[in-house]
Structure formats: structure tokens, C-alpha cells
């Protein structure tokens, strides 16, 4: 079966600009989760959904970073005005309802603010 | 608030070397812990866990005990292979949702 998937897997864009990042969970997975890594760091929680509302949102950082999901399914990261610091690579993960300890992880999406 | 410190990388050890990657953790109850690998070009996976003291996860010949009077879950291999070059990272879960992750410990494994 298809495992998490997010794109683009890389996405170049100027400061200032907006960038939006999807995910896909894995079918049936009704918690979705979004981190952020910087270079040279652990992961960041961002925020955390189950089906289409978002209990926790404690870990964006700034009021330009925002998200959504629909239903059960796809997620969108959306970043408004980007700053430089928000260079990263985004990581989508999703999980059963009941088992929220074993996350499954997406690939990424690298982001460059130049 | 809750944190997980590991050991700095990046290391490397030879073909059939014993590994250790040393990973503490600070955080408030009891928190479920991690060990998540990132091959290279791919996602994280999740390694191995143990959710309560004294627990010992395995898996793929590693393995970690949860010691809560030590606050540690230190990743162990008794003879790595080349194969086994990734990061790896430690991480907790309290109550909520999120993982708090460690900053990854890059490991190369030499023929």
C-alpha cells in the first residue's frame, strides 16, 4: 500500500512569496501531524490533526504559517510571506486514531527561501 | 517542558563494530520513547520503542532499554553493518500527540 506522500519534494521561492506543502496520509489514518527540521536540528512539532480539526496547533511558529486538512485526507501546509528562517525540510506524518505512538513519516518537502 | 538529548555525530565505526548512540531525555509523566531511522533518500522510520521503564524494544539487531532512573534509552548494535549507515533519531511522546525528537546522530559504517 502507498505510504505518506508530500509535494512538491523541493520548492525554491523568493522572500516574501507565499508557498503552500500537501500532504497525503496514509488511507485510514485519521491523525496527521506536520514537522519542520532545519539544518542540522531535530524535528519540530508544528501541528497536529485529527480527521479535519486540529487539536493542537501549539508548535507554529509564526502567525504567517497556517494549515488545513480536508476530511480525512490531504493536508496543506501553507506559509505565507516567507523569511529565510523558514528554510526546512517540512515532514508530514500520519497514524491511526488509536495509536498515535507509531507515526508514519512522508518523505518531505525541502523548502529554499532565497 | 520536554526535551531529548543525544549524542553529537557524526560517527564512524568499521563493518562488525559494537555501536552505542547515547540518547537522554528530560519530560513531565511518563513518556512512550523512540528510536526513528532515516536511511539515505528516504523518510523516518520508526526503529524501535518501549512505553514503559524497564521495557527493551528490538529490532533489526538494535535494541534499547528504557531506564527511567537514568532518564536514558541508549541505542545499542552488537556488530553494525554498512547498511546500518543513517541518522537516527531519539524521541518521546507524553500525552499529547507530538514527538519531541532528538537533533539525530549521523552514523557511517565502513567496509
Known amino acids: 500500500g502507498a505510504g505518506v506522500s508530500q509535494s512538491p519534494s523541493n520548492k525554491v521561492t523568493e522572500k516574501g512569496k507565499d508557498v503552500e506543502l500537501r500532504c497525503d496520509p496514509i488511507s485510514g489514518h485519521t491523525a496527521l501531524y506536520w514537522y519542520r527540521q532545519r539544518l542540522g536540528q531535530g524535528l519540530e512539532f508544528l501541528i497536529y490533526f485529527q480527521g479535519n480539526s486540529a487539536p493542537d496547533k501549539s508548535g507554529l511558529p509564526s502567525d504567517r504559517f497556517s494549515a488545513e486538512r480536508t476530511g480525512e485526507s490531504v493536508s496543506t501546509l501553507t506559509i505565507q510571506r516567507t523569511q529565510q528562517e523558514d528554510s526546512a525540510v517540512y515532514l508530514c506524518a500520519s497514524s491511526l486514531r488509536y495509536r498515535r505512538e507509531t507515526q508514519y513519516f512522508g518523505p518531505g518537502t525541502r523548502l529554499l527561501v532565497l | 517542558g520536554n526535551s531529548v538529548t543525544q549524542m553529537e555525530g557524526p560517527v564512524t565505526l568499521s563493518e562488525e563494530a559494537f555501536l552505542t ?8 509523566g511518563y513518556p512512550s520513547l523512540f528510536w526513528y531511522v532515516q536511511y539515505p533518500g ?13 521495557d527493551k ?55
Not at chain 2, 22 to 28: E, G, L, S
Not at chain 2, 61 to 81: I, M, N
Not at chain 2, 86 to 100: D, E, I, K, M, P
Request: aromatic share 10%.
Open chain 2, 57 to 111: 524494544g528490538s529490532n533489526k539487531g538494535f535494541e534499547a532499554t528504557y531506564r527511567k532512573e537514568t532518564t536514558s534509552f541508549h541505542l545499542e548494535k552488537g556488530s553494525v553493518q554498512v547498511s546500518d549507515s543513517a541518522v537516527y533519531f531519539c524521541a518521546l511522546r507524553t500525552s499529547g500527540s507530538r514527538l519531541t525528537f532528538g537533533e539525530g546522530t549521523q552514523l557511517t559504517v565502513n567496509p
Open chain 2, 21 to 28: 548512540i547515547n540518547c537522554t531525555y528530560t519530560a513531565t
Open chain 2, 42 to 54: 528516504e523518510g523516518l522510520q520508526l526503529l524501535l520503542k518501549a512505553t514503559k521503564a524497564d
